[in-house]
């Protein structure tokens, strides 16, 4: 038996903490009554999300998408912008969501896949996965504005963790972080007084953008799919 939040992630509907979501709103049920956190789904159970019924242990899938300015990460198919129009069409009533967000004015590399529970561990605080972008402010910065933003920059109650930069031309750089937070790279950026003019995520732990099209999609090879599962610690 499997905690329901992880069912409906291994079934490819979102990821576990999506999941939880749905739970809340009354959205899932199990044989016929509104499904609870603390159920656990044995064979012959059924579960349905939103009226579908949907089954565990689908083939898992993984692809590269190019995000461009102007999509937004959120999933929702009322929101023409949504990234969920250009998700990758695929057979058996399968379908993959976005690992984590990038905001929407910003561009590069997202990870999409039916498989929650790598969702999961990549995007959980405790587990510090790599996410590298390139960043191009208003002006030339200083070897001192490299400096701060590695050593971590506070704003608000906010105080980012070190991360690794180089300066790549007088207005870009390459930064690593290991955190998630909300719009982190431009909020650094402007408490030491620079504004973000261009924001690419241009890597996820071992996976590279490399020379995708913008919007367009590729899914991952086996090589690249067996790195991300060791490194995500889920083998």
């Known amino acids: 038996m499997i ?15 999506q999941a939880s979501r749905l739970i809340e709103s009354g959205c899932v049920l199990v044989n016929g009554r509104q499904g609870l956190h603390i159920d656990r789904i044995k064979d012959g159970d059924c579960v349905l999300v939103s009226g579908q019924e949907i089954q565990a242990g689908i083939e898992k899938v993984y692809f590269l998408y190019n995000k461009s ?6 999933c ?4 023409s912008a949504s990234i969920v129009h250009y998700l990758p069409d695929l057979k058996d009533n399968r379908r993959v969501f976005p690992v984590g967000r990038l905001d929407k004015d910003s561009h590069g590399l997202m990870l ?3 498989h929650g529970e790598l969702c999961q561990k990549l995007m959980h605080p405790d587990f510090y996965h790599e996410k590298e972008y390139l960043v191009r402010v208003d002006r030339p910065f200083s070897e001192a504005f490299l400096v701060a933003m590695a050593a971590g920059v506070q704003y608000g109650k906010i ?6 930069i180089r300066k790549v031309e007088d207005e870009w750089f ?10 982190q790279i431009r909020r650094m950026s402007q408490s ?6 261009d924001l690419q995520r241009i890597r996820m732990v071992n996976l590279q953008l490399g020379e995708l099209a ?4 590729r899914e991952l090879k086996e090589d690249e799919v067996a790195v991300l599962l060791r490194e995500a610690g889920h083998q």
């Open 174 to 183: 390459k930064i690593t972080l290991t955190q998630g937070l909300n719009r």
């Open 159 to 164: 105080t980012t963790k070190p991360c690794r």
């Open 214 to 217: 913008l919007n367009k999609h």
């Open 3 to 17: 905690r329901l939040s992880k069912y409906i992630a291994d079934a490819g509907i979102c990821s576990r903490r």
């Open 76 to 79: 929702d198919f009322e929101d």
């Open 69 to 74: 300015v102007g999509v937004d990460s959120v």
């Open 112 to 114: 999409l896949t039916n």
């Open 192 to 197: 030491l007084g620079y504004r973000v003019m």
